[in-house]
């Protein structure tokens, strides 16, 4: 499964935009463009269609400074999940909000 670790190569912008110009990329951008769009029958494909031309971008909401006293192991959980480890509290507990006020 994957391809082992000596296989894997690394170039920068300039090295890949160089071999473009010389013609050695691999990618058949011809064949890439003429495939069909996922139609959403596999679950690994999920897209769903956006129109993009009507969609708005959600005004971003004020946060609120609070102390929150949590569960050492349960803070530890979150802060071992990496950056951003507040902000998906407030996720949960935005969902849970949103499940109890409908």
Known sequence: MGKKSENIVTY?????KAMGARGESRSDWAKAASLPLPDGG????????????VTELPMPRRKAH??????????????????????RINAILRSYYRQNTR
């Open 12 to 16: 920068s912008d300039a090295e890949l």
């Open 42 to 53: 596999d679950p690994d494909d999920a897209m769903e269609e956006i129109d993009w031309a």
């Open 66 to 87: 609070a102390s929150l006293r949590l569960d050492a192991d349960v803070l530890d959980w979150f802060k071992g999940q990496g950056r951003g480890y507040q902000t």
